[in-house]
């Protein structure tokens, strides 16, 4: 009879509904990027441009991160993917434009707003279409690029000057420190990657990119020697990395072209 009381009495602990937390972790992680991306505004508003500019490296890393870890987690949500959307506006689209302007283009007086208002609306074009390519349909040769430049690499293209600018100033090359903080390099540099965020150019993505055989070793030595950089003098590596990106963008449009080649030749039916 004891037995049987104990089994008929009704639980004390409430059980909560909701989701776990292995389920909150891209969104918590989303949340850090964009508190990382308004702390870099912080930093420029106080003249710490060195800081401003490893706050949105910072938010980069993350956005790269969140993403990923939703899928391995099955966490995804079409919360989340608002969430990333916003928090990469600001962080990517209004961060950099900003430190720009308090970095050298507020000398140029109302003309220097211009570009980063510029990139700044691009960024919001370029996030908007996105989304809403989201669930059209696609080709399969598709899945492997981007339309236009993604919203951190952007962000990169965009800081270039800056990164140059605190390499020069650490090298003393007072040379290269005029060229890349003048007011219309960085503005020049803001419109070019503004364009480059709307245009429909078709941009590797990096996310099922296949390497062959024989090029892995190679590949795997460059990555460990850019990251060797990256540690030893980050300014120098960040520029490079810029320039690098911008040099893969033809080869990003060769293989784009092969690929739909082949896909239209596989379609047409022999006679």
């Known amino acids: 009879m004891h037995r049987l009381r104990t089994r008929l009495r009704p639980r004390l602990r409430p059980r909560f509904k909701g989701p776990s937390f292995n389920r909150m972790i891209p969104n918590i992680l989303t949340m850090l990027g964009l508190c990382s991306g308004l702390t870099a505004m912080r930093f420029a508003f106080e003249g710490r441009f060195g800081a401003a500019a490893v ?5 980069a890393a993350i956005d790269g991160l969140d993403g990923r870890i939703a899928r391995l987690l099955k966490a995804t949500s079409r919360f989340g993917a608002e969430f990333d959307s916003l928090a990469d506006f600001l962080c990517f689209g209004v961060a950099p434009s900003f430190i720009l302007y308090m970095w050298t283009l507020q000398s140029a007086g109302g003309f220097g707003y211009v570009p980063g208002l510029m990139f700044s609306v691009c ?5 908007a279409r996105f989304n809403a390519a989201l669930d059209a349909p696609h080709p399969a040769y598709t899945y492997n690029f981007f339309t236009g430049v993604p919203a951190p690499a ?3 293209l965009v800081l270039f000057p800056l990164f140059a600018g605190l390499e020069a100033k650490a090298l003393h090359w007072d040379w290269l420190f005029a060229i890349v903080h003048a007011p219309l390099f960085c503005a020049l540099v803001l419109v070019g990657s503004a364009l480059l965020l709307v245009s429909t150019l078709p941009v590797w993505n990096f996310k099922n990119f296949k390497i062959r055989a024989d090029l892995v070793l190679p590949t795997m030595l460059c990555i460990g020697l850019y990251a060797a ?3 030893a003098d980050p300014w120098a590596g960040l520029a490079i990395g810029g320039l690098v990106y911008i040099g893969m963008l033809p080869f990003s449009v060769r293989s784009y072209r092969q690929l739909k080649q082949a ?3 596989s379609e047409v039916q022999p006679g």
């Not at 960024?123 to 996030?127: D, G, I, N, S, T």
């Open 229 to 231: 950089l990256l540690v």
């Open 263 to 265: 896909a239209e030749r």
């Open 55 to 59: 706050a949105i490296v910072v938010s």
């Open 123 to 127: 960024m919001a074009l370029r996030l």
């Open 154 to 156: 952007g962000a990169g």
